[in-house]
C-alpha cells in the first residue's frame, strides 16, 4: 500500500484546487522572485553596499529616532524628504516626485494604472526581471528585444518593436541589470523621442554611473526617471523614488496605498541626506574596487568579463557558470549564477562588488573553482 503524502490532506487538496480554479492562469504561470539563502557566506549576490556606516553616523542616527512618534501614522506624502530631495538633487521646475517602498513598488503603480485592455510592455532582455513579472502579474503582455551579443542595446530592433508594438511603457535600466552597461545618451534621447507611450528609466545604479536623466525631465513629457537608495547602502530601508513631470504623480497617487514609506524610514533618510559625504566616499571606493575586479577577472584564463557602470560585474566562465557557482559557494562566497535565464546569459555568473577582503576571497575561490578538475556537481 502506497503510504499517503502527510502534506496532501483533504484540506490542502481543496485549497488546491481552488487556487487553480480561482488565481488567474498568467498568475499561476509565474515564478516568485527567489532569494538565494546567505547564512554563514560573504553575500556577493544583491547588489548591496558592502560597508556599514561609520560608529558616530550611527549614533547620531539612534539618538534621532528615539523620538520617532511611532503611535502615529506617517506623513503620507513624506513632504519634508520630498523638499529635501528635490533640493539636493537639483530638480527643475515642474518635476513632482511620488516616493515608495522601494522602486519595485513604483513599477507597480505604473503598469497597474497603464494596464489598459491590450496594453504592451517593451523591454530589451536580458534585464531587471521585475519589469515583466509585474507587468504579467496586472495582465500586461510584456514584449522583449533581445539585447547584441556583446550585450549592447540593439537600438533599430528596439525602434522597430516600438512601432509594431505600440507600447504603453518602455522599461529601460540604465545602467541595466544584469549586464552593467549604460546607452549612450543619444540613444536614450531617440528611444524617448519615438516612444508612443511612456518612457521609465531606472537609474538604481546611477550613483556608480557617469550619467542620469533627471535634467531631462524638464523637456519631455513622457519620461519618467526612478531611483534607490538600496544599492547605494540602504538596502534594509526600502525606499524607491519616482520622478516625473507634473500630472503623472497625480494620477499614480490614485493607486497608490497610504503612508507606504514608514516613520523610520523617514526619519533615517533625512539623517543620511544630512551626511551626504558617507555614502558619496563608499561609492567612489566601490567604483574603485569595481575597476581593479575587472582587471582582475580579464586577467583570469577562461574569463570573459564585460566592463560596468553598476557596483558589479558580468563575466562568463568556460568551465560551466554552474559548476563554478556550486564550488565557490562550497568555499563560501556567494555569487549570482544566470546561466538559463536568457539565452544570451549562457555560463554566465554576476558578482557584486565588495570589500577589497571580500574582493580578494571570491578571487581566491574563482581560481580554485577554474582550476578545479571537471566533476559532477
Do not use: C, H, K
Given at each position: 500500500m502506497t503510504e499517503r503524502d502527510p502534506a496532501q490532506t483533504p484540506d490542502r487538496v481543496r485549497v488546491e484546487h481552488d487556487v487553480r480554479r480561482l488565481v488567474r492562469e498568467e498568475i499561476q504561470a509565474l515564478s516568485a522572485y527567489h532569494v538565494q539563502p546567505a547564512a554563514g557566506l560573504i553575500k556577493l549576490d544583491a547588489m548591496e553596499n558592502p560597508y556599514p556606516w561609520p560608529a558616530e553616523l550611527r549614533q547620531d542616527w539612534l539618538t534621532r529616532l528615539r523620538e520617532a512618534p511611532l503611535h502615529r501614522y506617517p506623513d503620507p506624502t513624506a513632504a519634508a524628504l520630498q523638499a529635501r530631495l528635490r533640493a539636493d538633487w537639483g530638480l527643475p521646475?515642474?518635476?513632482?516626485?511620488?516616493?515608495?517602498?522601494?522602486?519595485d513598488e513604483l513599477i507597480q503603480l505604473l503598469v497597474m494604472?497603464?494596464?489598459?485592455?491590450?496594453?504592451?510592455?517593451?523591454?530589451?532582455?536580458?534585464?531587471?526581471?521585475?519589469?515583466?513579472?509585474?507587468?504579467?502579474?496586472v495582465g500586461l503582455a510584456c514584449e522583449a528585444v533581445p539585447l547584441r551579443a556583446d550585450f549592447d542595446l540593439d537600438l533599430p530592433a528596439m525602434l522597430a518593436a516600438m512601432e509594431r508594438h505600440r507600447p504603453a511603457i518602455v522599461f529601460l535600466a540604465q545602467p541595466n541589470n544584469p549586464t552593467g552597461q549604460l546607452l549612450a545618451p543619444e540613444v536614450l534621447a531617440r528611444l524617448v523621442e519615438?516612444?508612443?507611450?511612456?518612457?521609465?528609466?531606472?537609474?538604481?545604479?546611477a550613483p556608480f554611473a557617469d550619467f542620469t536623466a533627471l535634467p531631462w525631465l524638464?523637456?519631455?513629457d513622457n519620461l519618467i526617471v526612478l531611483r534607490t537608495f538600496s544599492k547605494l547602502g540602504l538596502a534594509g530601508l526600502r525606499l524607491g523614488v519616482l520622478a516625473a513631470p507634473a500630472g503623472w504623480q497625480a494620477a499614480l497617487e490614485k493607486i497608490?496605498?497610504?503612508?507606504?514609506?514608514?516613520?523610520?524610514?523617514?526619519?533615517?533618510?533625512m539623517h543620511v541626506l544630512d551626511h551626504p559625504d558617507v555614502l558619496a566616499d563608499q561609492a567612489a571606493a566601490i567604483c574603485a574596487e569595481r575597476?581593479?575586479?575587472?582587471?582582475?577577472?580579464?586577467?583570469?584564463?577562461?574569463?570573459?568579463?564585460?566592463?560596468?557602470?553598476?557596483n558589479f560585474l558580468l563575466?562568463?566562465?568556460r568551465a560551466g557558470a554552474p559548476r563554478v557557482h556550486h564550488r565557490l559557494r562550497e568555499a563560501g562566497v556567494l555569487i549570482k549564477c544566470l546561466h538559463g535565464a536568457h539565452p544570451l546569459l549562457a555560463d554566465c555568473l554576476r558578482v557584486t562588488v565588495g570589500t577589497p577582503a571580500e574582493n580578494e576571497s571570491f578571487l581566491h575561490g574563482l581560481r580554485a573553482a577554474l582550476a578545479a578538475a571537471p566533476g559532477p556537481l
Open positions: 521646475p515642474g518635476v513632482e516626485l511620488l516616493l515608495g517602498n522601494g522602486s494604472a497603464l494596464a489598459r485592455p491590450g496594453a504592451r510592455v517593451l523591454i530589451p532582455e536580458p534585464t531587471f526581471v521585475m519589469y515583466r513579472q509585474l507587468a504579467q502579474s519615438a516612444a508612443p507611450g511612456l518612457v521609465v528609466v531606472d537609474e538604481a545604479y524638464a523637456g519631455r497608490r496605498l497610504p503612508y507606504n514609506v514608514g516613520v523610520l524610514t523617514q526619519l533615517t533618510m575597476a581593479r575586479l575587472q582587471a582582475a577577472l580579464a586577467a583570469l584564463p577562461g574569463v570573459e568579463v564585460w566592463p560596468s557602470q553598476a563575466f562568463r566562465v
